[in-house]
């Protein structure tokens, strides 16, 4: 009855229509709000500066509906360029300006599987496809390019390079003729670069235990690959004058760039090749510790060629990621940035000799901009305070642009025009007015003590009223692991929604736990590869004891009714607290956890061996809940999507099964065709809707 009720009221719920601002407007109070309210915040993402540095745009989503927005100077008021009105779940990313500031390129649609399919989380009967658009600045209809991804525009301005399956396409970015093949190459061409000059295109090209750096040159029609080796080459940067290619040389193999949840393997080296003769020579190896595996970061920051011959380049030497720069003549690397924090972004400026860079130097749990000159000087901080700042932005004449956010109020764009001038919020992108920002708790920083005398971090949300009664409690677990839970509003969508529903749950009288437990970033290399995590002993439950100990402590908590929730890794934490501890743990939210470390698939890319020894198998189901299901207990809510990419929904099916064996009370929510990341904004909403009801029912009311 439970499950055919639920669905009911799921399916109505995702049918009633949007309420008009009138209506909304001033109806959450101090104690309450609806999680349609707090869900609506909209989320703002994939900040990119135009050529001129006098105007920006970025991807914002309100609820479900992703667009392309615009904002250009002196009024910097948001106006959006395209115009989907629709909550299907298709994600737009990949922005960048055309060269003439023209228009902005994007692409809509998600990645292939490795089956090829694009995500299609509407179920629509016509499918999805992942194409390439150019949304132009003046007015009119986004244009259609091509079927394909990550977009790169050529510095003439002539065409647009993208990726097709593997192989490289060109679109004209004047409406005058369809796309077609640039190049095709053997293996899986990947990071596309133009050279300064628009003749030549340098790419990875990805060939299982080895990857070339190859240079297509358009009037020759022909392909050269650069020092080829046994080796595994990645990110090809140019050199100003267009003579020379930089790339990261790591060893052949199996082994690749450490995950940042990963573990050490072999050292990894820069590179400079000749583009004419493919001639190549090591400029800069890093050292043979842990410190000096290739940390693999998101975007492009990972190798940069600066105008004064610098190479800067992403590095963990000390164990804290960093700025590092080294002449492209060899010699000693420099840290650019304060040791003992982390830097999670950087972007040149315009005259390509200063950086702009994210990092959570001097406040470990959020995150602000600073900048730092690429021959080295004391990085200057340009934000701070209670805010949480990220992906800066140079704009003209030294100003820049970043995405900030606080406890209470989401990101969106802030500009500051000139050094040292007054950050101005770009208008016209605010929550609506019925956003209950004064209803939401500003989370505090506490900490506890593991077991093994780990620190464990945590934010707490408590609940309107005091702490008059003894009331239940709910740990959040992050998935990643390497992730890092803030003291506000999130940066990723996914904690971004997170971060809203924690808010819902103290809106509706629980104490809220979010724990940063070892294998997460932002405390450095350590921290982040603690020993025996995960499969190798699942170390990290020594926190979630630790966080369980440190509320059954306070006096305003009800230690028989302490609940769990967190999604993929953090569903692994849920349903290992749950098989382990059902003694204190009283009931969970799963969402596409993995909990089984032993099953065919569901486990990190790289971490199964060909041939597992038995011990090693036997260890890695040791640390999963199956390993402890017959002691489980406490009841549980299953979501997940059944195309999900990330954990095997196989995952779900197992472990289903088992507690029905068990006698189990288990719910489940499962969304066809949705991924790993729900896409429909509809489908978080109802997630969160089952999430907070089971909750309720089985902490708050004791119902069934």
């Known amino acids: 009855m439970f499950l055919r009720f639920l669905a009911l009221s799921l399916i109505a719920l995702a049918a009633i229509p949007r309420p008009s601002r009138a209506q909304r407007s001033g109806a959450a109070t101090r104690e309450s709000f609806s999680l349609t309210q707090v869900l609506a915040a909209p989320f703002a993402s994939a900040l990119v500066a135009g050529p001129d540095g006098r105007s920006i745009a970025w991807v914002g989503d309100v609820d479900g509906r992703r667009n392309v927005y615009v904002a250009e100077e002196p009024a910097w008021q948001a106006r959006p360029v395209t115009r989907y009105a629709a909550d299907d779940g298709q994600e737009i990313g990949g922005l960048v300006w055309t060269p003439d500031g023209r228009g902005v390129l994007f692409v ?3 990645d292939r599987s490795a089956a090829g399919e694009v995500p299609n989380p509407t179920s629509s009967p016509r499918g999805a496809q992942q194409e390439v658009w150019l949304a132009p600045l003046a007015g009119g209809a986004p244009r259609r390019l091509g079927e394909g991804s990550d977009p790169v525009p050529s510095p003439t301005g002539e065409r647009v390079a993208f990726l097709l399956r593997d192989t490289a396409w060109a679109a004209p970015l004047s409406p005058s003729g369809p796309a077609r093949i640039l190049f095709r190459a053997r293996g899986r061409t990947a ?49 100003p004058d267009g003579r020379q290619v930089a790339f990261v040389r790591v060893p052949g193999g199996t082994a690749g760039p450490v995950a940042a949840g990963g573990t050490a393997t072999a050292p990894w080296a820069i590179w400079i090749a000749d583009a004419e003769t493919g001639e190549g020579h090591e400029v800069w190896k890093a050292p043979p510790e842990p410190d000096g595996a290739l940390r693999s970061v998101d975007g492009d920051w990972g190798l940069l060629w600066s105008a004064d011959d610098r190479l800067v380049f992403a ?4 164990g804290w990621l960093g700025l590092y720069a080294v002449s492209s003549q060899g010699g000693e690397a420099i840290r650019l940035t304060p040791p003992d924090c982390e830097v999670e972004g950087a972007e040149f400026e315009a005259d390509r000799r200063g950086l702009l860079y994210t990092s959570n130097c001097g406040d470990p749990e959020r995150r602000h901009v600073a900048r730092v000159a690429a021959m080295g000087s004391a990085p200057q901080a ?18 820049f642009a970043y995405l900030s956010a ?91 929604n997170a971060y809203a529903f ?20 932002g405390y450095g290399r350590a921290f982040r590869q603690a020993p025996r995590r995960g499969m190798r002993g699942a170390s990290e439950y020594l926190d979630v004891l630790a966080a369980a100990a440190w509320l059954r402590a306070r006096p305003d908590v009800d230690s028989t009714r302490i609940g769990l929730w967190g999604g993929s890794y953090g569903g692994y ?78 995952q779900t099916v197992d472990l289903a099964q088992r507690l029905r064996r068990q006698g189990v009370e288990m719910r489940q929510l499962v969304f066809p065709d949705e991924v790993h990341d729900f896409l429909r904004h509809a489908h978080w909403l109802a997630a969160y809707a089952a999430g907070a009801e089971f909750l309720i029912g089985k902490l708050m009311t004791g119902g069934n």
């Open 108 to 110: 809509r649609g998600g």
């Open 191 to 239: 990071g596309l670069a133009w050279a300064p000059d628009g003749a030549r295109v340098a790419f990875t090209s990805q060939r299982g235990d080895h990857a070339f750096i190859g240079i297509y040159d358009l009037d020759r029609d022909t392909i050269r690959y650069l020092a080829p080796s046994v080796d595994r080459d990645a990110l090809p940067r140019w050199s």
């Open 315 to 318: 590095g963990e030497m000390g």
């Open 382 to 399: 340009l934000t701070g305070g209670s805010a949480i700042d990220w992906a800066p932005q140079p704009l003209a004449e030294g100003g």
């Open 406 to 496: 606080d406890a209470r109020r989401p990101g969106v764009p802030i500009v500051v025009s000139r050094p040292g001038g007054q950050p101005q919020r770009v208008s016209g992108f605010d929550p609506w007015p019925g956003f209950p920002a004064g209803s939401l708790v500003e989370p505090q920083f506490v900490t506890a003590r593991a077991a093994d005398s780990v620190d464990v971090r945590m934010q707490l949300f408590l609940p309107p009223g005091g702490a008059a009664v003894r009331r239940p409690a709910v740990i959040f677990f992050h998935g990643g692991p390497a992730r890092q839970m803030l003291l506000g509003w999130h940066y990723m969508y996914y904690y971004h």
């Open 502 to 521: 924690n808010q819902y749950l103290a809106s509706r009288g629980f104490v809220v736990l979010s724990v940063n437990y070892r294998g997460g970033i």
């Open 573 to 650: 934490l849920t349903a290992l607290g749950l098989a382990r501890n059902s003694n204190l743990f009283a009931a969970g939210v799963d969402l596409h956890g993995v909990h089984d470390w032993s099953m065919d698939r569901g486990v990190p890319v790289g971490a199964r061996a060909p041939q597992a020894a038995d011990s090693v198998l036997a260890l890695w189901r040791a640390s999963s809940p199956v390993a402890d299901v017959e002691r489980w207990r406490s009841p549980v809510l299953l979501i997940q999507g059944d195309d999900d990419r990330n954990v095997a929904f196989s």
